[in-house]
Each structure stands twice: as structure tokens, then as C-alpha cells.
């Protein structure tokens, strides 16, 4: 738990956005959105384990016709 409250005063030190969410048993996720990724980062409640999943943006920007493709395939 230390870990994870030391890591919110860090992104809250350097103006760094995120959200809270919790999508897998014991554990907690920080959403971490930057300019060209999204961040995914988890604390295990039960043993410390931290786990790291970083997206980066390949640079093609769509039209709304993308949004389309979302809903027709998801």
C-alpha cells in the first residue's frame, strides 16, 4: 500500500492525470493518460506485485467513420 500512495503523490507532484479503477480481484488500476500513451498500472493489494501495461499511439488520427468501427466490432 505504501508503493501505491507514494506513486499517486509522485503523479500528483508533477501534474501528471489519472483515474482509479479496479477491473481484476485485489487488485487496483491507475489510468494514466500522457500526450501519445495511456498507462495502465496495477497494485496488488495482497502482496505488493506491481504491473505495467504502456499504449502507444501509432500517430494516425481518424474521422468519426472510426467510430463506426468501434461500435461494429466491439
Do not use: C, H, Q
Amino acid at each position: 500500500m505504501k508503493n501505491f500512495i507514494e506513486f499517486l503523490e509522485k503523479l500528483e507532484r508533477n501534474k501528471i492525470y489519472y483515474t482509479l479503477d479496479k477491473t481484476r480481484e485485489e487488485y487496483v488500476r491507475v489510468d494514466i493518460s500522457v500526450p501519445g500513451e495511456r498507462w495502465e498500472v496495477e497494485f496488488a493489494a495482497e502482496d505488493g506485485d506491481i504491473i505495467v501495461e504502456r499504449f502507444k499511439s501509432v500517430g494516425d488520427v481518424e474521422g468519426k467513420e472510426a467510430l463506426e468501427y468501434l461500435f461494429d466490432n466491439f
